[in-house]
């Protein structure tokens, strides 16, 4: 009698969770845009293995979301961020090293990482208009490092890289809190960490080729809707 019963109670529970899920099922796109501040050794200003003398810049992103369940969801994300290089701490260390010995001057571009994830997100329920998401997800970058010159006064040109362009796998972990003016429409704050690591030609160094962990976090504010 026993079994029946229990199984029994187990359909019921699935029909509900399932009947659940359907209810609590629907899609969300948002844009944002914000500040991109770099972090670990992508922020470092000493001239060390895998600095990176970057400083903050700016981003944009789009974001698409398919909720499951209640609790559960699909996401997937493509953003563009332009990161700049610190060009006075880059120059800082060259009069350090050459102990001020003639005057050096230091030209560079700027960053810029584009990336499309995809991943999971974990959600608490909407209350009060507002939800909170858990979002973590995978994918590739594309990574561009900017052309390179230093040159001293005394020396001539002392260090030089060119721009190049390097493909990589990404992560990105964050959290986005989801405030609904109406049915349809809200706004979106955003707060997400993103990790690659490309390796970059450089025709100077005798590996010609170098590693850079390129790590920032991404603060941003936006628009979501209903679809």
């Known amino acids: 009698m026993k079994k029946p019963v229990m199984t029994i109670l187990i359909f019921l529970i699935t029909i509900t969770l399932v009947d659940a ?46 909720y499951t369940g209640r609790f559960f969801g699909l996401s997937s994300n493509i953003g563009y961020s332009s990161i700049f290089f610190n060009e006075k701490a880059y120059r800082s260390e060259y009069d350090r090293i050459l102990d001020n010995y003639g005057k050096t001057t230091v030209a560079a571009g700027n960053y810029q990482v584009l990336k499309g994830l995809i991943g999971l997100i974990l959600k608490i329920p909407e209350t009060r208009h507002t939800e909170v998401l858990l979002v973590f997800q995978l994918g590739c970058s594309m990574s561009v490092h900017p052309n390179l010159l230093v040159t001293n006064s005394e020396l001539g040109e002392i260090n030089s890289v060119k721009k190049d362009t390097e493909w990589s796998s990404m992560s990105n972990a964050g959290i986005k809190i989801n405030y609904y003016l109406s049915e349809k429409y809200g706004i979106s704050l955003n707060y997400g960490l993103n990790s690659t690591r490309p390796g970059f030609h450089d025709e100077t160094s005798n590996e010609k080729v170098f590693f850079l962990p390129v790590r920032y976090q991404n603060i941003n504010i936006g628009l979501v809707i209903n679809l």
């Open 21 to 66: 899920q359907k209810e609590n099922k629907k899609s969300v796109v948002g844009i944002n845009s914000g500040i991109s501040i770099p972090y670990a050794d992508f922020a470092d200003k000493k001239m060390e293995n895998y600095s990176g003398f970057a400083a903050t810049g700016a981003n944009i992103e789009i974001d698409f979301f398919r």
